[in-house]
């Protein structure tokens, strides 16, 4: 199935330089946006972190007439973990992206409009729809084998499965993990295509859960799945618009900064070493030796982040804070792309492996397809959750070994590739992983927390404290607007504590019997 490629039209407006430029790239158009000198210390806000949660925290603030504030970023242009990396051997390099390829949900008709989408419009994105059910190729262990009937029953099990977990959520019920709700609802996989077919719907597809079943909420995964996909149910469309754009998807952050933004208003490549907060403010240390204070400080870092001891935080988190940050699960998302010189695969967009050990890198996409980079000889091969962790392990000559030993069981033929990028996320410490998913232990009680600030000065924001959209750049976006407005209240003489469920409990209290005597 062909599918046309989305422009806006070529035409960027260098916002700095005044002049209308053709055809420019990212670094063209943003080339005069760096730093101009030290930032201005004592900021009424410091935000750390130039992604999508912190950019649109930084608009909502200039839109609310506050614009004494700094953003931090470890690295030289933001984005956050929308990175691109031009790819390829000499002459036939493209730009593939490390991270969020897909706008996940864009709008039916004049229904609700997914703000990502309206932002990609904006700034003249370069995308084109996936159409990741219908156009793909199947594969196990003996080569080419024809399993789209269990493909389709997958999809009806995953439709099945939304549809009784949100009754559950009507009903107040108990969440389970999705394993245990597929063996529940009698769809529990158990040959290598049924569990492939699963990987693929749970794993990685629309729904991107980057965990195995066993470490993925039922109750979240099915209101994530209907506030993206399901326009019925308050979602955007069931649509997946993929970033094919030479600047890169980060683009629309950085191109949204230029809108409003000033360049003593940035520090780059300066990572925070430690924060101290208290009642009078906050203090910023960074790896560079800046001494940063500000009266607020917005933390975007991933929950990855927060989980380990790359920052230090002065004091420790309370317990409760604690609680809900290692709640939460942080998800391995790989991709591994190949360039070869000739094509000799499938000539569908995707191609889906079942391999007696499941994980084992079972989603392949072709970016050569002709809507994608054609005649770049690129595939790309994704593995998440634990193999992920296991590829991260591994040297580059080890991995492609291993793919190449896959590839070659779909491909007896496949020669050696001409050049290969493996993206790491979970060894990276300025992510430790790829973006946050909720297991069934993580309760309302611990968004909650994780949403709270501390001392009043101290406030968070990312896709991870998302109700709806954890793991997904919406939620970004939506919650760089929500505490971005909660800040610029308290600016403004508002509310300036976001509260704690100090006591997450369970709905039931355990039985008598355990108690000690």
């Known amino acids: 199935m062909s599918l046309s490629r989305v422009t806006v039209g070529t035409v960027l407006l260098s916002l700095l330089a005044g002049t209308v430029a053709q055809g420019i790239t990212s670094s063209q158009s943003l080339a005069n946006f760096t730093q101009a000198g ?5 900021t009424k806000v410091l935000i750390l972190g130039g992604g999508m949660a912190g950019i649109i925290a930084a608009r909502t603030l200039h839109e609310q007439g506050i614009d004494d504030f700094v953003v931090v970023d470890a690295k030289t242009e933001f984005g956050g973990r929308m990175i691109q990396k031009p790819f390829g051997i000499t002459g036939r390099q493209v730009v593939v992206e490390n991270g969020p390829s897909w706008i996940k949900g864009t709008q039916d008709g004049n229904g609700n409009a997914n703000p990502v989408w309206e932002l990609a419009l904006k700034h003249n994105l370069s995308m084109v729809q996936s ?3 219908g156009s793909i190729s199947f594969f196990d262990y003996t080569g080419p084998s024809n399993y789209s009937d269990v493909f389709n ?10 549809v009784v977990a949100g009754r559950g959520v009507m009903e107040n019920k108990v969440d389970l993990d999705l394993r245990s709700a597929y063996n529940y609802l009698g769809m529990a996989p158990t040959t290598p295509h049924e569990q492939a077919c699963q990987y693929y719907q749970v794993d990685f597809e629309c729904k991107f859960y980057a965990q195995n079943p066993s470490q993925t909420s039922w109750f979240a995964s099915a209101w994530r799945h209907n506030f993206t996909y399901v326009p019925e149910a308050g979602g955007y469309s069931d649509v ?12 629309i952050v950085q191109a949204e900064a230029v809108d409003f933004m000033k360049t003593n208003q940035i520090l780059y490549n300066e990572t925070v070493s430690s924060i101290h907060y208290d009642e009078n403010g906050v203090t910023v240390l960074t790896q560079g030796g800046y001494n940063l204070t500000a009266e607020h400080a917005l933390v975007t870092f991933s929950v990855g982040v927060l989980q380990n001891t790359d920052v230090v935080f002065q004091p420790a988190f309370p317990d409760w804070k604690k609680e809900a940050i290692n709640s939460i699960e942080m998800a391995g998302y790989n991709k591994i792309f190949l360039q070869f010189n000739d094509t000799f695969w499938f000539d569908t967009e995707m191609g889906l492996y079942a391999d007696l050990l499941r994980g084992k890198f079972p989603v392949w996409q072709s970016l050569d397809h002709p809507d994608f ?14 193999y992920s962790s296991f590829i991260e392990e591994q040297n580059t000559t080890q991995i492609q070994y291993e793919v190449m030993e896959v590839l070659r069981t779909m491909f007896p033929n496949a020669p050696d590739p001409a050049d290969i990028h493996i993206a790491t996320w979970g060894s990276n410490t ?11 232990s993580f309760v309302p009680g611990h968004l909650q927390n994780l949403r709270a600030n ?26 760089g607007q929500r505490v971005g407005m909660e800040i610029a209240n308290c600016i403004n003489g508002g509310q300036c504590t976001v509260p704690p ?15 000690t005597q």
């Open 373 to 386: 980079f054609p005649g770049s000889g690129i595939i790309s091969v994704t593995v998440t959750g634990d």
């Open 501 to 515: 469920n100090t006591n997450v409990i369970n709905a039931q209290p355990y039985p008598s019997s355990l108690q």
């Open 131 to 133: 159409d990741l059910h």
């Open 430 to 440: 300025l992510y430790r992983g790829a973006y946050s998913n909720w297991g069934a």
């Open 454 to 479: 501390l001392d009043g000065h101290l406030w968070f924001a990312g896709e991870a404290t998302s109700l709806k959209y954890f793991g997904v750049l919406q939620g970004a976006y939506l919650e």
């Open 38 to 42: 030290p930032p201005p210390n004592n």
């Open 153 to 162: 029953t997958s999809i009806s099990a995953f439709h099945n499965a939304t």
């Open 240 to 251: 997946n618009m993929m970033s094919v754009d030479p600047r890169g998807f980060a683009y």
